[in-house]
């Protein structure tokens, strides 16, 4: 073989590598759970950047298959833009589909059993890559509502 032919197939070789290594790594990693703390800070419903009145982690479950993830939090004290001293009792949670490695989950969270609409609606949307997700989510909360940026690397 000419060395011409050697170099035009490494280079051919390093790209299909390349591509499906992106092409692997632009996905969630199947059946793992990635863990990501609550933001710190957001934008508030007024549109003023605030300190976020949130603990614990966010916490996202991908399916074995790696086409669906389930959202929740691990914390009874929810992502809100205001100060409160009532604290989450029941989280409801329904695995979303991921697509091309996106996702949008809803997080309905109640501080009391019972019927009604929730007192609090997260809505979590991201991006997989590989081991890390990145997103943002909606907190959808009366004058308590507001939007922050989360990310999450899988363990």
Do not use: W
Not at 37 to 57: C, D, I, L, Q, Y
Not at 72 to 92: D, G, K, M, W
């Amino acid at each position: 073989m000419k060395a011409t032919a050697v170099r035009t197939v490494a280079v051919t070789l390093t790209l299909a590598l390349t591509s499906a290594a992106a092409t692997f790594a632009a996905g969630p990693l199947n059946g793992k759970v990635y863990h990501g703390g609550a933001p710190t800070t957001g934008v508030n419903g007024e549109g003023h950047s605030v300190r976020t009145h949130a603990a614990g982690n966010i916490v996202l479950r991908v399916a074995g298959s790696g086409k669906s993830v389930t959202v929740s939090f691990n914390s009874s004290v929810p992502v809100l833009y205001c100060a409160t001293q009532e604290r989450i009792h029941v989280q409801t949670t329904r695995a979303a589909a991921i697509s091309g490695g996106s996702f949008k989950a809803t997080v309905d969270e109640r501080f009391a059993a019972g019927p009604g609409p929730p007192s609090i609606v997260q809505v979590i949307s991201g991006r997989f890559s590989g081991a890390t997700v990145r997103g943002t989510i909606h907190t959808k909360a009366a004058e308590c509502s507001g939007v922050a940026s989360f990310s999450a690397k899988a363990y």
